[in-house]
């Protein structure tokens, strides 16, 4: 049995999120994966036995590195307004920097592929978020009449959208303009 070498691994994601990025899931092939990471067809299968597999292990592992990510220098302890504001510039910057990866989460999400534990995975993902507008409606700072999960996509859509604009060059973000979005959206679910 070969040892199978992490670089390889790492190739083969790199070259399935630009693919991905470019025509989506459903046309990525294991034979464009491999001529995209430089390598032979059979290499990628020696690694993954299907496109299936690939794709469900690189959601574990991007998966991971996202949550970690978002929650990056929140605390529980902080004021409620700064925590929220420390997690929406985190996702903002994760989906900037990381964009093919974030591209790839959500089309993952609503795709096929998706296993049932993945997809209670990634509903478990918004926990700490909806401790956080919890909390916020408690202190009596978060409207309380809207339910948290549209508290939550109403932030999150404006997120994308933002960084998506960004990431393709129509519209520039910078610190200030970063401030301005951020206000918005407490503005939007502020009580």
């Known amino acids: 049995m070969r040892i199978k070498d992490n670089n390889k691994i790492d190739f083969i994601f790199k070259a399935s999120l630009k693919l991905i990025y470019r025509g989506g899931i ?4 294991m034979a464009k994966i491999a001529q995209e990471a430089g390598m032979a067809t059979g290499t990628v299968y020696i690694y993954f036995k299907n496109k299936e597999e690939l794709i469900n292990e690189l959601y574990q592992s991007l998966r991971e590195e996202s949550t970690d990510r978002f929650l ?25 920097e990381h964009h093919e990866e974030s591209v790839f989460l959500e089309q993952y ?17 918004k926990t700490p978020i909806h401790k956080l507008i919890q909390r916020g409606k408690e202190e ?45 959206s407490w503005d939007m679910i502020k009580a």
């Open 26 to 29: 459903a046309g990525l092939t």
């Open 72 to 96: 990056m220098g929140y605390t529980s302890s902080q004021p409620f307004k700064l925590g929220l504001k420390i997690i929406w510039i985190n996702y903002l910057k994760h989906r900037i």
């Open 109 to 125: 999400y609503r795709s096929l592929y998706i296993t049932t534990q993945h997809k209670r995975t990634a509903e478990s993902m």
């Open 140 to 184: 009596m700072l978060v409207k309380k009449d809207i339910d948290d999960e549209m508290l939550f996509l109403a932030m999150l859509g404006f997120i994308r959208e933002l960084a998506d604009e960004h990431v393709t060059g129509v519209y520039e973000l910078n610190e200030e303009r970063i401030e301005k979005a951020f206000q918005l």
